[in-house]
């Protein structure tokens, strides 16, 4: 049984900067992907970025691609997102999931399409 851990979020002020850690202990899948995805109260969940564990191949969001990054280290089972210049319409509780199957463009940031969740971790900007 996979089980995610996440870590690393907090309270930061507009244009700030944080980085959540996302931990893999168990079985995990190589190859497959792993992503950060976002859910804000009253809102759904909603994919952030995504890396293929294999190849690093990595996509993001529309909303953060050029402030957050997302990288692996594949000898730690974790997976880390880096978030620049932060803005308040980014906080909301931030979740690490990992596939079990293959992905590609049309799914990878879909929610639905996963099968392993962390608890999250709280991103608050203001």
């Known amino acids: 049984q996979v089980q995610l851990v996440e870590s690393g979020g907090g309270s930061v002020q507009p244009g700030g900067s944080l980085r959540v850690s996302c931990v893999a202990r168990?079985?995990?899948?190589?190859?497959?992907?792993m992503a950060w995805f976002r859910q804000a109260p009253g809102k759904e969940r909603e994919g952030v970025a995504v890396?293929?564990?294999?190849?690093?191949?990595?996509s993001y969001a529309d909303s953060v691609r050029g402030r957050f990054t997302i990288s692996r280290d594949r000898a730690k089972n974790a997976v880390y997102l880096q978030m620049n210049t932060l803005e308040p319409e980014d906080s909301a509780m931030y979740y690490c999931?990992?596939?079990?199957?293959?992905?590609?463009?049309?799914?990878?940031?879909?929610?639905?399409?996963?099968?392993?969740w962390g608890q999250g971790t709280q991103v608050t900007v203001s």
């Open positions: 890396i293929y564990t294999g190849g690093g191949r990595t």
């Open positions: 999931g990992q596939a079990s199957r293959g992905m590609d463009a049309n799914t990878h940031l879909d929610p639905n399409q996963y099968t392993y």
């Open positions: 168990g079985y995990t899948w190589s190859g497959w992907c």
